[in-house]
């Protein structure tokens, strides 16, 4: 990990900590952690958390996105060029909704 990727909130202008959290490692990984931490110029506490929020974000991001292939892209756009024709339910939906914006 470069040290631009740990620039987080505890190594830009040190916010005081608000939760805790702890974890339990092997000797290997403490070694590892430590040198890495080390070599960084940044404490253990501060690389754990650079790299678990940006782990987190990978994760987040992953179930935000929805990946489709190109053939079902295309099916989408066909889909929604060609809108089918609004049924009753839809054309209540929408006079609801217009009496709610008029009454505003």
Known sequence: MDTAASST?????R???????EMRLTDEDDALITEAASLAGITKSELGTAA??????DVIADYRA????????SALLA????????NERLRRAARTW???????
């Open 52 to 57: 678990l929020r940006a782990y987190a974000r």
């Open 79 to 86: 889909a929604l060029d060609q809108p089918a024709e609004p």
């Open 66 to 73: 929805t990946a489709v292939s190109a053939e079902e892209f």
């Open 15 to 21: 916010r005081p900590k608000e939760r805790r959290f």
């Open 98 to 104: 217009q009496e709610q914006v008029d009454q505003r």
């Open 9 to 13: 909130p505890e190594t830009a202008g």
